[in-house]
């Protein structure tokens, strides 16, 4: 009994290591996502402007490039889907495609929020075996020392996940966003070549 709790607490002790890499990777990760993000959210302001003029105008078959510059991310989707000569199918496939794309450009926030906080539970979790052996024994440096590793990593692990959970929701609703623009520009296309037949 004593080796197989030996050896969980010596697997344990030697995640932490793996475990805080991966933790400041992630706080990294979100970082640059969030700086990103304010340059996104100036972008989108100035692109809703410019799409709502343009969705007024119907004169879909001419993507304006300014949208290029301020939604880099659905211009290609845009000048694909307001072709005249596609078929209800081939528009269909391209909000599809877009999707997929919405999903991968989200990953890169969900992962770190879900992640995040787990890795810095397991961070504070770990360094308490030894922080509690510390006490034990009366090495009050040592058990000090892991306490604040333990608190450093939930501290790091909560900041991740609500930077990715801000992050998450408001691209979610512009992803939303831009799918249901995707899917008026092919019923209007559909609907204009029902009429010209």
């Not at 793996?18 to 990294?28: M, Q, T």
Request: net charge negative.
């Amino acid at each position: 009994m004593n080796e197989l709790t030996g050896l969980l607490y010596w697997i344990s002790t030697g995640l932490l290591i793996p475990v805080i890499i991966v933790l400041l990777f992630f706080f990294i990760r979100i970082l640059l996502s969030a700086g990103g993000f304010i340059s996104q959210f100036i972008q989108r302001l100035n692109y809703d402007k410019t799409l709502n003029t343009w969705l007024k105008a119907k004169n879909y078959e001419n993507v304006p490039d300014s949208i290029q510059k301020q939604n880099a991310f659905l211009y290609p989707f845009l000048v694909d889907i307001t072709q005249p000569l596609k078929q209800t199918s081939e528009r269909e496939k391209t909000i599809s495609d877009f999707e997929i794309e919405a999903d991968k450009e989200l990953s890169k926030v969900k992962m770190p929020a879900r992640l995040g906080p787990m890795l810095g539970l397991m961070g504070t979790l770990i360094p308490m075996g030894p922080a509690l052996v510390g006490l034990a024994s009366g090495d009050i440096a040592g058990m000090a020392q892991n306490m604040q590793v333990a608190f450093s990593t939930t501290v790091v692990g909560i900041v991740i996940g609500a930077l990715g959970f801000v992050l998450q929701l408001i691209k979610t609703r512009w992803f939303a966003q831009d799918v249901s623009t995707l899917e008026f520009l092919a019923d209007y296309q559909t609907e204009s070549t029902k009429d010209e037949k």
